[in-house]
């Protein structure tokens, strides 16, 4: 063969060569993905001014970090922001995209939160439309996508003025509470369109919060790319668990490109527990697989034994690739146990197959602008209500569903979660839209949470049914007619009686789901022997702290009283020349209409007026934390009748006046630290019954105690005036009476001395103080308190100092303080009686020089 004709097939090698060495191995993953969170702008519609942004992020924090406004919480600059809810924003980003991805089957965005009203544009071409900040969106956009360089822009429309036009075609005046701050916002007519918009609803203002209603890109973005198929979602169906082992079903849904065979299998920690072939459908399915779990641990809340968690990884695997879910478990029986009884019907969980007192506090979102929650902050609050000896979180139905990150947490820490779904006092719109928009969200939050062991409930709403029956709103001039007030609760049955239960019972069947809190079922209004209740009788009715003991209902889902924070918080938001609690900025970072005079009111009932307005914050926190105290104890001592006690509130939003008993900045108030000791799994309560002196004892444990209970009044001086000492038998899981004297028989004997002593309630078990109680016989102020001598002594341990605090006579309640540096107290606000030393741990990096320096040391009288 000559060198011509051999030339053809030359080329013919050569270019099959060239071929092979483009070609790249097969990605092994069916899935890629890229957050989008860099390179991104922002603008005001029509102003061409675009500034650098932040995604997550909102429009309200890039404009303070560009510096075009102040801190919307300092002082009054909230008021002078109103105007940007009103305004459309836009945002825009450029981001890469290689051949192999464009050549995968389908290349999507995926937001995990739009916030609310929002166009999406991607290389120019609308892909989607949003309306719901609750959901998350999925959008196909290969057609629009380009090799290189390609542009995602977002416009989000006003969620006021979109609400405003929904609000004037509606014909009629749907009811919502004054929690939505239409003036406040500078809307107009004072219409409250938040209804209208599915967004938390705290954004537009709350008796504890400001109106800020921003929008923004408020979850991450991602985008991913696939082949042949992917998990949409797993799900882990707990069918049986006995002490041998415990049986599963998982559910994979799957995206399928085509008809296509593929391998489905579980993992736990990397040992593969079972697998099946399946052949997918083209579409959304779902395939099973059956696995069980031997010698299972069991999830326990706080107190009662460990929350053991299994790592689950669910694999889809295609011809040699694959993809991985992966998912938590806890493994448990939970129910909420409504039956017949002598007084009614009961409400409470039962867990592993035992009553269960649930310990709480209701929780919001932890800032107005979420994406500023760190997963540090996260971690602050749900240590706080585990150190407290929570065992229950209510997330409340006006702020969101959480990040994953808190379910997480409240997993691994043994905590329930009572999940409102996102609606609070207002009624709502019932057209087809909505409707749909409404079981999308519920859709999506349902599937992205029920794996969690720490999800205990689905509630409706907060508070609806009773603002439609209790408040009187369907009496209201809003409902203007029989028709329309008709069109209303058609709607609220619609939301709460059928598109909500449906789901829960679709898509996470194995919990309950509760209409409305309070309620005492489907469409039946709260009362004290059937269901669940919202108890503000002290504070809106002013009536006294001694009725939260005695206005019992089987479940109290909400109680409170407030508090301003402590003087180091307030110096962030406010000036010496506002130190006064009917100052304006004192006023403003105060939402409750009766706020402050009611604070005054019940300061003034217990205690002197205060020398300044520093003392008047910390009696503010006694005040607070010995009113809540009658609660948290009265409805222990109920327990059977009365199984849960979650107080309003734990968090703030924003540095206020609230009732919560962390501020804005995680500082534990007077009452956390009340709680703290509240919640113990066992309690000694003294308490007042008509013309008794009781003494119950709560025992949460699941196992009997046999204990020693010592009573004593003392002088506050020291002096032991009576004592008596009994042994006690402690049933598991009971609350009863263990001592019952006619009250007046110490009144009448020591009548002369009632003004200068206090009773003393001490259980000990093996020489070890299980708990400890104070009972004064009169308010504060009528008490004979001498001014104590309080002495102290510090010693450095690895992680800060013992602080050792001594008195010559009582010290009530002892308050240590280290100004502005970090750290933080085991125990604060404490009573102190002479000869008894109290060691304190202060967990700080201050030097002990530094401590010397700013450590403060005050008692109640200091504050008169």
């Not at 920690?269 to 697989?289: E, F, I, M, W």
């Not at 009548?751 to 104070?774: H, P």
């Amino acid at each position: 063969m000559n060198l011509i004709s051999r030339a053809p097939l030359m080329a013919a090698v050569f270019l099959l060569f060239t071929v092979a060495c483009k070609q790249t191995p097969k990605d092994p993953n069916l899935m890629i993905e890229k957050e989008l969170s860099s390179n991104w702008t922002f603008n005001q519609v029509g102003k061409n001014e675009w500034l650098p942004a932040t995604v997550p992020g909102t429009v309200h924090t890039d404009l303070i970090d560009n510096k075009k406004i102040e801190d919307p919480f300092y002082r009054l600059n909230e008021h002078n922001l109103q105007w940007i809810d009103k305004v459309d924003w836009e945002y825009k980003t450029t981001f890469i995209v290689d051949e192999p991805t464009l050549d995968r089957d389908r290349v999507e965005l995926d937001f995990k939160g739009l916030d609310t009203c929002a166009d999406v544009m991607v290389n120019d071409k609308k892909v989607a439309s949003t309306d719901n900040m609750f959901r998350e969106y999925q959008m196909d956009v290969k057609e629009y996508l380009k090799e290189g360089q390609n542009e995602l822009h977002i416009v989000f429309r006003s969620p006021v003025i979109e609400g405003i036009k929904k609000y004037d075609a509606q014909g009629y005046v749907i009811p919502a509470s004054d929690n939505d701050q239409a003036e406040n916002g500078e809307v107009e007519g004072g219409k409250r369109v938040s209804i209208y918009t599915r967004k938390a609803g705290y954004h537009f203002g709350w008796d504890w919060g400001p109106r800020l209603v921003t929008s923004g890109v408020w979850r991450p973005v991602f985008l991913k790319a696939w082949d042949k198929a992917k998990i949409e979602n797993l799900q882990i169906v707990q069918n049986e668990v006995a002490e041998d082992k415990a049986t599963f079903t998982a559910i994979f849904e799957v995206d399928a490109a085509k008809n296509e065979k593929a391998t489905i299998s579980i993992d736990n920690d990397g040992k593969q527990l079972a697998a099946a072939v399946v052949n997918l459908t083209k579409g959304v399915g779902k395939y099973s697989v059956d696995f069980e779990i031997e010698n299972p641990e069991l999830w326990w809340t706080v107190g009662l034994g460990e929350p053991h968690l299994y790592n689950i990884s669910g694999v889809l695997a295609i011809a040699g690739r694959k993809m991985t879910e992966n998912t938590r478990i806890g493994i448990r029986t939970l129910k909420l146990v409504r039956e017949k009884d002598e007084h009614g019907t009961s409400f409470y969980f039962e867990l592993n197959g035992h009553p269960v007192f649930m310990k709480g506090a209701n929780y919001i979102p932890n800032d107005v602008f979420l994406p500023r929650v760190t997963d540090e902050n996260y971690k602050t609050v749900v240590e706080t209500a585990k150190n407290s000896n929570n065992n229950m979180l209510r997330i409340w139905g006006g702020g969101i569903y959480e990040n994953d990150i808190f379910y997480d947490l409240c997993d691994e820490n043994g905590i329930l979660v009572w999940q409102d779904f996102m609606f609070a006092c207002a009624m709502f719109p019932g057209d087809e839209a909505f409707l749909e928009n409404v079981k999308q969200e519920a859709i999506d939050n349902v599937k992205r949470l029920r794996n969690h062991p720490s999800i205990a409930m689905w509630c409706g709403n907060n508070e609806i049914l009773a603002a439609w029956n209790g408040w009187g709103w369907r009496k209201t001039e809003e409902a203007k007619s029989k028709e329309n007030a008709d069109k209303i609760w058609e709607a609220y049955v619609d939301i709460f009686h059928k598109t909500l239960p449906d789901v829960v019972e679709q898509y996470d069947p194995q919990r309950s789901y509760w209409g409305s809190s309070p309620s005492s079922g489907p469409g039946v209004d709260a009362d004290l022997v059937n269901g669940d209740e919202h108890y503000w009788g002290v504070w809106w009715g002013k009536e006294p702290f001694e009725t939260y003991a005695t206005h019992l209902a089987r479940f109290m889902s909400e109680y409170g009283f407030q508090s301003f924070p402590e003087i180091e918080s307030v110096r962030k938001y406010a000036t010496p020349e506002d130190y006064d609690i009917f100052s304006d900025v004192m006023k403003s970072h105060q939402r409750s209409s009766i706020g402050n005079g009611t604070i005054e009111y019940y300061m003034l009932k217990e205690y002197k007026k205060p020398k300044d307005f520093e003392s008047f914050l910390y009696v503010n926190h006694v005040l607070q934390a010995e009113g809540i105290k009658f609660g948290v104890e009265g409805h222990r001592r109920a327990m059977p009748y009365c199984m849960g006690s979650l107080y309003w509130q734990i968090n703030d939003c924003w540095p206020v006046a609230s009732w919560s008993s962390t501020d804005y900045y995680q500082k534990w108030k007077a009452l956390q630290y009340y709680v703290k000791k509240g919640f113990e799994q066992v309690l000694v309560s003294p308490y007042e019954e008509g013309i008794k002196l009781k003494v119950g004892i709560v025992n949460d444990r699941l196992e009997p105690i046999n204990a020693e209970m010592r009573l004593r009044l003392v002088d506050f001086n020291g002096k032991v005036i009576w004592e008596e000492a009994h042994l006690v038998d402690i049933p598991a899981n009971s609350s009863d009476d263990y001592y019952d004297v006619n009250k007046n028989e110490f009144r009448f004997k020591y009548r002369k001395n009632i003004k200068d002593m206090v009773f003393t309630a001490e259980l000990v078990e093996n020489g070890k103080v299980l708990s400890k109680n104070y009972y004064y016989f009169l308010p504060y102020k009528n008490l004979n308190v001498p001014k104590p001598i309080v002495e102290h002594s510090i010693s450095k341990i690895d992680d800060g100092y013992n602080i050792t605090v001594s008195t010559n006579k009582l010290a009530k309640n002892v308050y240590l303080q280290i100004a502005v540096e970090d750290g933080f107290f085991s125990d604060n606000y404490f009573d102190l009686l002479p000869n008894e030393k109290v060691t304190i741990h202060l967990k700080t990096d201050i030097s002990e020089e530094k401590l010397n320096e700013v450590l403060t040391i005050r008692t109640l009288n200091d504050a008169f």
